[in-house]
Structure formats: C-alpha cells, structure tokens
C-alpha cells in the first residue's frame, strides 16, 4: 500500500529513531536510513533537507510529544503542577534514554549542533513553562527578580539530572529510589530551600 506524504514523514522519523539509537548520530547515513525503510535515498530528502534536519525532528517530535498534557494553570496549586511538569519531562527521558545518550554526545561534540539546541531546540520546548512562570510572577506567587528562563534552567537540571541518575546502571545509588520521591525532593529544596528559617523550624 502506498503510504500518504505524512505517513512516509512519520515512517521515516520512526525508522530513523531506531538507527540513532543503534549506530549513533555519527555513524548514521541516510542511505542506511532509506534502505530500511525500502525507499530510494532522494525520498528522504523530499521530506527532510539532510541528515541534521532529520536528527532536529526526531528530537522536537519525541521531546514534544507529551508537553501538552502538563496543565500549566496559574490557578491550580503551583507545586502538583511543577512536580507533574518534571516527571512528563522525566518520563520522556527515560522511554528515550539511550537516544538521550547520544545526543549528549553530539552537544558536546558538535558546535553547529550545540547552537542549535541552546537556541533553538530549548528555547521552543521551555516556551510553555517561562509563560508559565511569566504568569506566577504577575500574581506574586513566586520572585520577579529572577528571570523566568533562569528559573526554567533549574527545572530543566531537576529532570536531566533525576533521568541520569536513574538511567545509568543498577548498582549505582539512586537505581531503586521511587523517581516520583526523587523529584519531588529535589524540587522541595528547588522551592523551599536548605537552610532552616531563624527560629529554627
């Protein structure tokens, strides 16, 4: 059956998923990714400009996939929204840990690459949440005088860090911590902080 322009796109970037994750971004070429999906090389190039454009979309499709389901209503209780934020983010990591892995080799490796994601991959996917914390600071709940994207940043290092923590392997320490516990601490301290106020509560 023939498949429709979309249903190609789609074909493409779910096979092209596969092959990252098993050769890496390096090692990976488009003829390898055409024959796998038994297209000639130039139809990958109807739907996508090169091999960089095709690994851009894999990312922006699996890191956007569930970002819509996080209800960020500044009327709702701000902590359950952060925590639900941060585990969607977690979770995404974890369903994609072994494409994540590459792609922290490509952001250190790659200057072009690197560009693109503190500029253009972050900034859309951090969009929803610095609108977000934009609202929080018009309502008083939280400081004005840090910038949202700042703030964004530390909640990014909560899931990155968390997704690390427990991808790598089972003998390590946090392996067997609950992931909900683990995030909902660190974003305790995240909120509220270390140090114990002065009448020492």
Do not use: W
């Amino acid at each position: 059956m023939r498949l429709s322009k979309e249903q190609r796109k789609a074909q493409i970037l779910d096979v092209a998923t596969r092959i990252f994750v098993e050769k890496g971004y390096y090692d990976t070429k488009t003829k390898d990714i055409a024959q796998a999906c038994g297209v000639t090389e130039p139809v990958i190039y109807k739907h996508f400009t090169g091999k960089d454009d095709l690994f851009y979309q894999v990312l922006e499709r699996i890191a956007g996939a569930t970002l819509e389901e996080v209800n960020f209503n500044p009327a709702e209780d701000t902590e359950q929204i952060l925590i639900s934020f941060v585990m969607n983010r977690v979770k995404i990591l974890e369903d994609n840990f072994p494409l994540f892995k590459k792609l922290l080799i490509v952001v250190l490796r790659d200057d072009e690459f690197r560009q693109y994601y503190f500029t253009k991959f972050i900034p859309k996917l951090a969009y929803p949440v610095i609108g977000y914390l934009d609202q929080l600071k018009e309502q008083g709940v939280i400081k004005k005088d840090v910038p949202s994207s700042v703030i964004a940043l530390a909640l990014a290092g909560i899931f990155v860090q968390v997704s690390l923590a427990k991808g790598f392997e089972k003998d390590q320490s946090f392996y067997d911590f609950p992931t909900n516990d683990l995030v909902t601490q660190m974003l305790d301290i995240y909120l509220h902080g270390l140090l114990k106020g002065e009448s020492g509560g």
